[in-house]
């Protein structure tokens, strides 16, 4: 009777046959990855209070607290999603350049009015003259900044190859739109955290409802430094590597630009909470209260919430999207 079982010589020779070898199975399903799903829900979980504190908190009373919680909500979210973005190194060095360079000049600034103008802090525990969770701040925010600003450029953090004409532009578009996208945020909350609720004092006042423009110039300048150098750093790995975007590991850009939204948010509620009143400034300068929460909210909805807004229509139209 016949066989119905493939068969394969062994040799020449009338040698024996041997059945054929089954299929080659190919790998295992990758099972669940329990670590990286519980930093998921972790950073998840930060997004989610980060916006809470934004729509929330302000109805709980007036104060500083609402824009100081949800900044140091940032930092932990930063130092997660930056070390799975770009490894322990690279994170070190974008959280080292980002402190160094805001403390400094943020007493420099103190000490001789360049580039923010006469200020001091009030309270708090400081390094030299400046609290010491300033340079965090700036590291978390900065942060989401930077990731904001790559989104409105398609991941341009993943494409900074300077042996091509994107990833020389992107090397310094990126840092300048990230230090703009940065500076808006604080365009819409200064005068409210100096002038209303003194975590700092402008000296002299201002115009911007008792803070004076060389601040914003001021911010957009420092940022840029150090969005600048990360840029430089970053790419060097991405020129020389034979894959560019090794040098980056693509993960979520939902997460932080919602986390930019919330910033923006903030300053809706705190213009529906806001009693009316008025505060004078150290300069002698009279503020009305709702005029102020009235135009720092106009201010946010068409730079911080919109930039936001064109992030998110980025991201869901599929633009940054790995190629």
Same mark, same amino acid.
């Given at each position: 009777?016949?066989?119905?079982?493939?068969?394969?010589?062994?040799?020449?020779?009338?040698?024996?046959?041997?059945?054929?070898?089954?299929?080659?199975?190919?790998?295992?399903?990758?099972?669940?990855?329990?670590?990286?799903?519980?930093?998921?829900?972790?950073?998840?979980?930060?997004?989610?209070?980060?916006?809470?504190?934004?729509?929330?908190?302000?109805?709980?009373?007036?104060?500083?607290?609402?824009?100081?919680?949800?900044?140091?909500?940032?930092?932990?979210?930063?130092?997660?999603?930056?070390?799975?973005?770009?490894?322990?190194?690279?994170?070190?060095?974008?959280?080292?350049?980002?402190?160094?360079?805001?403390?400094?000049?943020?007493?420099?600034?103190?000490?001789?009015?360049?580039?923010?103008?006469?200020?001091?802090?009030?309270?708090?525990? !400081?390094?030299?003259?400046?609290?010491?969770?300033?340079?965090?701040?700036?590291?978390?925010?900065?942060?989401?900044?930077?990731?904001?600003?790559?989104?409105?450029?398609?991941?341009?953090?993943?494409?900074?190859?300077?042996?091509?004409?994107?990833?020389?532009?992107?090397?310094?578009?990126?840092?300048?739109?990230?230090?703009?996208?940065?500076?808006?945020?604080?365009?819409?909350?200064?005068?409210?955290?100096?002038?209303?609720?003194?975590?700092?004092?402008?000296?002299?006042?201002?115009?911007?409802?008792?803070?004076?423009?060389?601040?914003?110039?001021?911010?957009?300048?420092?940022?840029?430094?150090?969005?600048?150098?990360?840029?430089?750093?970053?790419?060097?790995?991405?020129?020389?590597?034979?894959?560019?975007?090794?040098?980056?590991?693509?993960?979520?850009?939902?997460?932080?630009?919602?986390?930019?939204?919330?910033?923006?948010?903030?300053?809706?509620?705190?213009?529906?909470?806001?009693?009316?009143?008025?505060?004078?400034?150290?300069?002698?300068?009279?503020?009305?209260?709702?005029?102020?929460?009235?135009?720092?909210?106009?201010?946010?909805?068409?730079?911080?919430?919109?930039?936001?807004?064109?992030?998110?229509? !980025?991201?869901?139209?599929?633009?940054?999207?790995?190629?």
């Amino acid at each position: 009777m016949a066989e119905n079982t493939q068969v394969i010589a062994d040799g020449a020779g009338g040698a024996p046959a041997r059945p054929a070898p089954s299929p080659v199975q190919g790998p295992p399903a990758p099972q669940p990855d329990d670590r990286g799903r519980a930093i998921a829900i972790t950073q998840w979980g930060l997004v989610a209070a980060g916006l809470t504190v934004a729509l929330v908190m302000p109805v709980a009373g007036p104060g500083a607290a609402t824009m100081v919680g949800l900044l140091l909500l940032t930092i932990p979210f930063a130092a997660i999603h930056g070390i799975r973005r770009y490894g322990w190194r690279r994170f070190l060095t974008f959280f080292v350049v980002s402190y160094v360079v805001s403390n400094f000049f943020e007493n420099l600034s103190i000490m001789t009015g360049f580039p923010f103008g006469d200020y001091h802090y009030t309270g708090s525990v !400081k390094l030299f003259h400046v609290p010491i969770e300033i340079g965090p701040i700036y590291f978390g925010l900065g942060y989401i900044s930077w990731l904001t600003a790559s989104t409105l450029l398609d991941r341009a953090d993943e494409r900074l190859n300077w042996r091509e004409r994107t990833g020389r532009f992107n090397t310094f578009a990126l840092p300048a739109l990230s230090a703009a996208v940065m500076t808006m945020f604080d365009v819409s909350v200064d005068s409210q955290a100096s002038t209303v609720n003194h975590v700092w004092i402008w000296e002299d006042g201002g115009g911007v409802f008792g803070v004076p423009y060389t601040n914003y110039l001021g911010w957009w300048l420092v940022t840029y430094i150090f969005f600048q150098i990360f840029a430089l750093l970053l790419a060097r790995p991405q020129t020389r590597a034979e894959k560019p975007g090794a040098a980056v590991t693509p993960g979520s850009l939902l997460q932080p630009v919602l986390f930019y939204l919330g910033t923006g948010l903030a300053s809706i509620s705190t213009f529906v909470t806001t009693d009316p009143g008025t505060v004078v400034d150290a300069a002698g300068a009279t503020w009305d209260l709702t005029a102020l929460n009235e135009t720092t909210m106009t201010i946010s909805i068409f730079s911080v919430i919109t930039v936001a807004l064109l992030a998110l229509a !980025k991201i869901a139209r599929g633009d940054t999207r790995a190629a």
